[in-house]
């Protein structure tokens, strides 16, 4: 019998061969559907295909934006409550103080984030599904 760490370093090993950095888990139970959708990143993968935002920008966007809502931990941004559907908020979209505008997930807990003032959103600084770190930017709200 293979033990579990083996089966997850084989397929750790059939990720990385194959290129995949996500996946997404469903399974029916009786009492529902349990969802999960990971994201796998190495230290040594500098650039991800779905970031919409260059180093440059981001940089700007750091040191710029007081207005930026920032990421309260280390987890994954998801700016929808679930895959395929309409995300919180979009470039534009007006907000009010206490409207979830994202969500980060850590520890298989799902953490909103809310706006902390009346305004418009400016710019969205993740793409869903992406890891972030703490205190990173999220979003400007002006």
């Known amino acids: 019998m293979t033990s579990f760490r083996a089966t997850v370093e084989n397929m750790s090993k059939i990720m990385d061969d194959m290129g995949i950095t996500e996946l997404d888990l ?3 139970f009786l009492f529902g559907v349990y969802r999960k959708h990971i994201h796998l990143s190495k230290e040594k993968t500098v650039a991800m295909p ?4 260059s180093a440059a ?11 930026a809502l920032t990421s309260p ?4 941004v ?7 559907a309409k995300p919180f908020v979009q470039v534009g979209s007006t907000v009010s103080a206490g409207d979830t ?6 520890m298989k807990t799902f953490n909103p984030i809310k706006a902390t003032q009346n305004g418009v959103v400016k710019e ?5 599904g992406a890891a972030v770190e703490f205190g990173q930017p999220l979003i400007v709200i002006e």
Not at 50 to 53: F, Y
Not at 78 to 84: M, N, V
């Open 78 to 84: 998801y700016l929808a409550p679930e895959p395929g």
């Open 101 to 106: 505008v994202a969500m980060v997930e850590a």
């Open 124 to 128: 969205i600084l993740v793409s869903d």
């Open 26 to 28: 469903e399974r029916q």
């Open 73 to 76: 931990m280390v987890g994954v």
């Open 50 to 53: 779905t970031m919409t935002v």
């Open 57 to 67: 920008q981001q940089k700007t966007a750091d040191t710029n934006n007081t207005n």
